[in-house]
């Protein structure tokens, strides 16, 4: 092995189709497939470099030291690599994201992606993408979505080596755009590893499983087939429905603020009268609405005029993880 560095980026993503509940929890294998689409712009930047002077991993995200279950998920990766490639190395891991961390716009999803692409590089592995989706998928189920480009589709499968995401349709398929309404930039309170443990607890979860796959047929054709009207309708009920199952855990989750709902709301209404809208919502207060991008600034501008709106951020469908 020649060199031992890498750096690689990826974006994160929206889920159309949510995933939530694994049936499997050490290997992240999901209980229903799930469809999301890449956002542009956004981005987690990682470097991953082994060295033999390091006793131990080491991470570094936007600058800060982070030890404990944060690094312990990074090395979890590593070792996996480290395995793969057959080298004994300790690794320096340093991460940049350009978008606020913990508040439902899925900065895991880029991070175990970039790592994902970084660490194999580094370590002299040329992994296929479904190599590395099955590996980001380890570390944040979502971003095994993150890997390949565009709109996507995670194949939820049985086992590790069938659980993985492929592109349906590249970036420039379609022009809508995501304009995250930002109502706290806050850390989530309940992270998404421990909420899908929860998801069985809620009576209701089995039924949102059990009607996922018309949901993925009705969203994938809405998607190959441009058709706005369709896709929103399916996401809205495929969002509300895995909140519903957040609510009706045991503890229950709720995810949703005031200004969540207020959002939302007005999301229905721009929508009745004729403004191209949707809105999605993660496991996080900020409320995710898709519009079409000649819509962009007047989408942009009404939800900074909703109460509670702290910020917009608007980002179109984005490509793949990709070396630097
Ligand atoms: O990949 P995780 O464990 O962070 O789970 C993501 C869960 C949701 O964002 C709520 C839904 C999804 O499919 O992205």
């Known amino acids: 092995m020649t060199t031992h560095t890498a750096a690689a980026q990826a974006s994160p993503n929206i889920a159309f189709i949510k995933y939530w509940g694994n049936a499997n929890h050490a290997l992240r294998i999901p209980v229903n497939g799930s469809i999301s689409m890449n956002l542009d712009g956004l981005f987690t930047r990682t470097t991953v470099s082994f060295q033999p002077a390091l006793a131990l991993d ?16 990074v090395s979890a990766i ?14 320096e891991v340093i991460s940049e994201n350009n978008f606020p961390t913990g508040a439902g716009i899925a900065s895991s999803a880029a991070a175990f992606a970039a790592l994902a692409l970084a660490a194999t590089q580094a370590a002299g592995l040329a992994w296929s993408e479904r190599e590395l989706s099955i590996l980001a998928r380890r570390g944040s189920g979502s971003a095994c979505r993150s890997v390949p480009g565009g709109f996507v589709e995670w194949l939820p499968g049985s086992a590790n080596e069938d659980s993985y995401a492929v592109s349906i349709a590249p970036p420039e398929h379609w022009d809508l755009v995501d304009c995250v309404a930002i109502v706290s930039a806050g850390h989530k309170r309940t992270g998404s590893t421990e909420g899908h443990a929860l998801a069985p607890t809620s009576p209701l979860q089995a ?8 949901r993925l047929d009705i969203c994938r054709r ?39 709902l207020t959002v ?55 490509g793949p993880a990709r070396l630097m």
């Not at 080491?58 to 998920?73: A, D, F, M, Q, S």
């Not at 039924?207 to 018309?214: C, E, H, L, Q, S």
């Not at 998607?223 to 495929?238: K, P, Q, S, T």
């Open 207 to 214: 039924a949102r499983v059990a009607d996922a796959p018309r």
């Open 222 to 260: 809405a998607i190959l087939a441009r058709d706005f009207d369709a896709l929103a309708a399916v996401v809205e009920h495929d969002s509300d429905m895995m909140h519903a199952v957040m609510m009706t855990s045991q503890p229950a989750l709720f995810y949703w603020q005031p200004a969540t």
């Open 264 to 318: 939302m709301d007005a999301v229905r209404a721009w929508r009745s009268q004729g403004l191209p809208v949707f809105y999605t919502v993660d496991a996080g207060p900020n409320v995710h609405v898709l519009t079409l991008s000649a819509y962009t600034t007047e989408v942009t501008q009404r939800l900074r005029a909703l109460p509670g709106v702290s910020d917009v951020l608007t980002a179109k469908a984005g």
């Open 58 to 73: 080491e991470l570094v995200i936007n600058g800060h030291e982070v030890t404990g279950k944060g690094l312990e998920r």
């Open 78 to 91: 590593l070792d996996i690599v480290r395995q793969a490639a057959g080298i004994n190395l300790r690794a």
